[in-house]
């Protein structure tokens, strides 16, 4: 890793800052008499600014309760993103590890730490995802038992993984899935002739959304969480 894009990710610094600092001899490099900004660092290597040392910030790990209107973006011209709901100095190298579509609430996990984040999301872990599903029309023990078998989408030709289905009520239901199809719940709904009417995200994996946020705010993980990913 070159010595300025050390220094920006770990100070919060831009480049332009951090050159600046190079050049006036206020960075120090172990073993390096007179460091350039491009001057390569080898794992390990001590680096100091105006004497203290400096070292790269640990991942993030965060659990967030999206409100309705927020899109599941890093970065959006027209709508608030999940990372305008976090103060600027968690925001840097964070993503949300999945999606939910802007109208649906609930849990999203963001995170810096790419390896994490693939396990959430890669197909081939298939982490379980609870939703808790509001209709429009009423739900028949055959419409539950078709979701549970799995069901055939509008537009494709594989039906979906089987689900478990929970009645919560006449028009509410308790859903996990452990695809990430597109709008696949909505789709679940629709290819029984029902409509989705709410939509809220409960759990991924063995990470439960903690029931003392509100909608909006958000929280670290804790290491028992983080681990069990």
Known sequence: MRLDYFLAHSTGLSRKQVKVLIGRGEVQV???PRPKANTPLISGQGVWLRGEPVTL???RYLM???PAGVVCSTDDPEHRTVLDLLPGELRRDVHPAGRLDRDTTGLVLL???GDWSHRLTSPNHACAKRYRVRCADPLSEQDLQSLRDGVL???EDKPTLPATAVR???RELLLTITEGRYH????MLAARGNKVIGLHREQIGEIALDAALAPGEYRQLTEEEIAGV
């Open 30 to 32: 172990e073993g390096e």
């Open 57 to 59: 910030p640990g991942a």
């Open 64 to 66: 967030l309760h999206k």
């Open 111 to 113: 995170t810096s730490d």
């Open 153 to 155: 989408l509008r537009g």
């Open 168 to 170: 919560v009520s006449e």
């Open 184 to 187: 696949q719940v909505k789709r």
